[in-house]
């Protein structure tokens, strides 16, 4: 049978995995899953940005840490089922019409996973990626429902609203072409931001959530994307990044909240992006990557019916 997802190929996980592994578990067809795990092994966004490259192995790494991490039956939830639908082929080419094609195949694959009725989780690669990915999530919504809102939750160092194809583009897009109304960025440095930027991210619906609280949307019946760039980590706990930060978010801010994230009725699409194991001191940020991803799926297998959720209570 042909592979069900368009402009991917599947992934081979490692024959001996133990039963006792979460990743024993994860399916290798569609058939009867909740989530779509799809890796997007590219960087050329982040060579164009002229960030150091790596991220273009951020999936395969990712899976190996999820082979070694995770028991699959934890205590007092199950996970939802998870299927496989393996890696984006990038396109030839080391120019922005290159990375244009790349998107087009990220969209295109997202698009089948939201028609399978499954949420997608998107692992990186470089940061613009989230643009195509979530782009597919619009897309694929608004054809069942042209009026469909949706509002974005970043946790980033950096705006990445840049005009510039590359890395740093992914927000400004999915303002200026999907019609996402509004941005939440937690973790923001003010050291690695320019006043342009920041500027135009206040212009254009940009908000600073506040404290270590996954924020509630602003409108109660939009649809929301949440995107985790690694580099909002401390460089203590996640090196393996395109861009370390010194002065980063611990592991434990992050958590919280990325259940949370899990666990509220409005999210759509979830990705952990950045990943670069070039620069991973001892896997450590792989097994953060691996960590988050089980962190949203827990959310997720405790999800409350639409319009029960309540931020505060999962802080």
């Not at 991917?8 to 578990?25: K, N, V």
């Not at 639908?85 to 694959?109: I, M, N, Q, S, Y």
Request: hydrophobic content about 45%; overall charge negative.
């Amino acid at each position: 049978m042909p592979w069900p997802i368009p402009n991917c190929t599947p992934y081979s996980w490692p024959a001996d995995i133990s039963s006792r592994r979460f990743a024993w578990g994860i399916a290798k067809s569609p058939e009867n899953c909740r989530v779509a795990l799809l890796g997007m092994p590219d960087d050329l966004g982040v060579r164009l940005n002229f960030g150091r490259p790596g991220a273009a192995q951020g999936p395969r790494a990712f899976r190996e840490a999820l082979a070694k991490y995770g028991v699959a039956a934890p205590d007092g939830f199950d996970y939802p089922k998870v299927f496989d639908a393996g890696d984006v082929v990038a396109a030839a080419g080391d120019d922005g019409a290159a990375l244009t094609e790349t998107h087009r195949r990220v969209t295109a694959a997202v698009r089948a996973i939201v028609a399978m009725g499954m949420l997608p989780v998107g692992i990186g690669g470089g940061h613009d990626l989230t643009y195509a990915f979530v782009r597919g999530v619009v897309q694929e919504e608004r054809s069942r429902s042209a009026h469909a809102r949706f509002e974005g939750v970043y946790f980033d160092a950096h705006l990445d609203v840049r005009a510039e194809v590359g890395s740093g583009m992914p927000f400004r897009r999915l303002v200026e072409e999907c019609g996402v109304s509004v941005l939440n960025v937690i973790g923001l440095s003010p050291l690695v931001n320019s006043r342009e930027h920041t500027e135009w991210f206040d212009a254009h619906g940009g908000q600073r959530a506040a404290g270590a609280v996954f924020p509630p949307a602003a409108d109660a019946d939009a649809r929301r994307f949440v995107s985790l760039d690694l580099d909002v980590l401390d460089a203590s706990a996640a090196p393996g990044v395109s861009a370390m930060n010194p002065a980063g978010l611990s592991t434990r801010e992050v958590e919280s909240m990325v259940l949370a994230a899990g666990r509220c009725p409005s999210v759509a699409c979830f990705d952990i992006m950045e990943l670069s194991p070039p620069h991973d001191a001892q896997e450590r940020t792989a097994r953060v990557a691996a960590h988050m991803f089980l962190t949203f799926l827990r959310g997720l297998a405790h999800r409350e019916r639409p319009g029960a959720f309540n931020a505060s209570r999962y802080a």
